[in-house]
Structures are given as structure tokens and as C-alpha cells.
């Protein structure tokens, strides 16, 4: 998706932003097919707009059968964990993540790793 065929949210982005390096998990709710992933994508491109890496930046999206391919828990874990950036904010975006078995768990423990 090309940054132009966004409609721009300026409110929810505001909050992304204010939120931005809490220590706390995010959680973006709504009804299917309102705009959350497309937010998720606004935000992941802002930061790369302000000096993040896109190396800094992981999305993973669970409706797209090979993202659901990596496997279980352990094994994106894994490979999330492989890809953090040392040193410096990682930003780890889990979309349509209830389509993963046991994902609170995964969260929990991605939450401990940062």
C-alpha cells in the first residue's frame, strides 16, 4: 500500500504517538475491516519518516497464511527475538494476532524480552 492511498487518522495516530515508547502493550480493537491494519502500516511508516530503522520494525500478520506458517509461539518468538535490533527500540506489530493459538502468551513473553 503506497503512503497516498492512506486516509490519514489523525486523531488515532496522535494516540499511537503518545504512547509510543510506554512500557506497555498496545492494543488497537474495532470491527473487522475499519482500518486497523492500514493504521498499524501509517504508524510503522511514520517512524521510518522520524530515523527509525526499518530493521527496528517487525510486522507480522496473521491473517496471510505464510506469516501462520512460522509456526507456533515458540518458534515466532524465536524468530522475532532473532530479529531485534540491539541497542536501540525495536517495534514489534502483531496484526490479527487472535488467529494464533495461545498468542497471549507469546505477548506476555515478548513483553519480558523488551
Known amino acids: 500500500m503506497q503512503k497516498q492511498d492512506y486516509i490519514y487518522?489523525?486523531?488515532?495516530m496522535q494516540?499511537?504517538?503518545n504512547l509510543k515508547d510506554q512500557n506497555i502493550i498496545k492494543?488497537?480493537?474495532g470491527v473487522r475491516r475499519c482500518g486497523k491494519s492500514?493504521?498499524?502500516m501509517m504508524f510503522a511508516d511514520e517512524l521510518i519518516?522520524?530515523?527509525?530503522?526499518?530493521?527496528?520494525?517487525?510486522f507480522y500478520n496473521?491473517?496471510?497464511?505464510?506469516?501462520?506458517?512460522?509456526?507456533?509461539?515458540?518458534?515466532?518468538?524465536?524468530?522475532?527475538?532473532?530479529r531485534l535490533v540491539e541497542d536501540k527500540p525495536n517495534?514489534?506489530?502483531?496484526?490479527e494476532v487472535q488467529n494464533v493459538k495461545e498468542f497471549q502468551r507469546l505477548v506476555d513473553s515478548l513483553y519480558i524480552l523488551m
Open 9 to 12: 487518522r489523525k486523531q488515532y
Open 15 to 17: 494516540q499511537l504517538r
Open 27 to 29: 492494543v488497537i480493537t
Open 38 to 40: 492500514t493504521l498499524l
Open 49 to 58: 519518516d522520524n530515523g527509525i530503522q526499518k530493521e527496528q520494525i517487525q
Open 62 to 82: 496473521f491473517e496471510d497464511l505464510d506469516t501462520l506458517a512460522i509456526g507456533d509461539i515458540y518458534q515466532i518468538h524465536t524468530l522475532i527475538k532473532q
Open 91 to 95: 517495534y514489534i506489530f502483531l496484526d
